[in-house]
């Protein structure tokens, strides 16, 4: 294979066309219902469909420049700042990886806690994707607002269960947006357990609830669609995870979070802001709810599992990322059962952090974040401060397969309307939930006929 045709596949244009032919162009320029400004950029050109874009034009933000010559332990509250929807997960990667420069050892209780706080995380992530921007697109509504009108019941059970999950953010991490109790080492307070105890009705609402989510969700209309992904997650031994395990993949990756620079690269293309992050070995995966369960399904609660089997849903199903909806409502079930779990065990009994003394090292921290594996990586100094820093979020890891998958649906779908196949491009996109912060801007397409 040439280099031309090397760089114009790593690039997301399709070599084979010939010019004469009729082109095709779909554009949406604002993405809606997902976080952030992205857009589409589909061409084909008679049969053959040459450029497949996903496009992330949201301004640099330049976070990890932010960081440097900054004290080590102001990592987490930074890095908070990069996400209102999923704060927890980069603060969670963030101590970690300034615990493990430093060479903390956590008590048990802290570790439970922060699983806890992570736990209120995904019930509201989940939530809004699965209720306010996924659930719109199965039933055939432009929102959440116009879906209501038919399903008031849903959304506002919807509305009730993202409540849940920010009340528990507060109540372990000092507010809902951009938690604050965080810190290196652990927390700057322990929660009360009484106040804690309080959530446990609620919990257990919110989990009934989850479990009618899931056969709410299981009962839309799925396409026949699947793909043969490399899923990238944690896997642990005892435990669904979160914030701790061995990274593996369905095709023999298995190394510790330390290693993780040795076998993922980060790329640089013109058409975006965010960095695509491949696999050195064999370039795209997938990371997020369908990697997690398809690894680690028979680490969930008993009721879990069971309501799972009552729909007939399968470890096998994880091929087909429109039923990624129905996952991320069984994460949410599962992380209701195991908030109650942690807090009828907590006792407030030990410190609320682990004394440390600074020292020069480098640190790597990794957490399921809703959407997938966030790893961070920091060089500190003998002063504390912070030398370099690097950040790797899940949706930059996941956009060549977003890509993927829309190269596909668009042949999958090819002789559709305009209408139908762009619907199942935009669907295609926020079946990743992809984290760009929030935009609702109308969309728009174009044809163009290179010869009428």
Known sequence: MSSDSEIKIKAGIRPGAQSGLKTRTIKVDYLARVEG?????????????????????????????????????EACDITSRICGIC??????????????????????????????????????????????????????FEDAITMAKKYPKVVSQGLQLKKIGNDLMKLVGGREIHPINVKVGGFYKLPDPSQLRKMLEPLKQ????????????????????????????????????????????????????????????????????ALHSVLKERGEYLVGPLARYFHNEARLPENVRECARDINFEVKDCRNPFKSI??????????????????????????????????????????????????HRYEIGSDGKIKEAKIIP???????????????????????????????????????????????????????????
């Open 326 to 375: 129905i996952v991320r409502s069984l994460e949410i079930l599962f992380a209701c059962e195991e908030s109650l779990r942690i807090i009828e065990a907590y006792s407030a009994r030990g410190p609320a952090f682990v004394n440390y003394e600074v020292k020069a090292g480098i640190g790597h921290g990794c957490t399921e974040a809703p959407r997938g594996l966030l790893y």
């Open 394 to 452: 899940p949706t930059s890891q996941n956009q060549k397969t977003i890509e993927s998958d829309l190269f596909e649906v668009v042949r999958h779908y090819f002789s559709s309307s305009e209408n139908e196949l762009r619907h199942r491009c935009e669907q295609t996109v926020r079946n990743y939930d992809p984290c760009i912060s929030c935009a609702t801007h109308f969309l728009k397409i174009e044809r163009e006929d290179a010869n009428p």
């Open 206 to 273: 919110a989990r009934d609830i989850a479990a009618e989510t899931v056969r709410f969700v299981a009962n839309l209309e799925f396409p026949d669609f699947e793909r043969d992904y490399e899923f990238v997650s944690f896997f642990h031994p005892k435990e669904y995870p979160i914030n701790s395990g061995r990274i593996i993949s369905n095709r023999g990756l298995d190394i510790e979070v330390p290693s993780y620079l040795d076998h993922f690269q980060e790329l640089h293309v013109a058409r975006s802001n």
């Open 87 to 140: 704060p927890i997960a980069y603060q969670m990667s963030a101590v970690q990886a300034m615990e493990s420069a430093l060479g903390i050892e956590l008590t048990n209780e802290i570790c439970e806690l922060r699983r806890l706080i992570f736990c209120g995380e995904w019930i509201e992530s989940h939530t809004l994707h699965v209720y306010m921007l996924h659930a719109p697109d199965f039933l055939g």
């Open 37 to 73: 400004e992205g857009s589409l950029y589909i061409r084909t050109k008679g049969q053959e469909i040459e450029e497949v874009q996903f496009k992330i034009f949201e301004p640099p933000r330049y976070f990890e420049a932010l960081l440097r010559g900054r004290d080590l332990t």
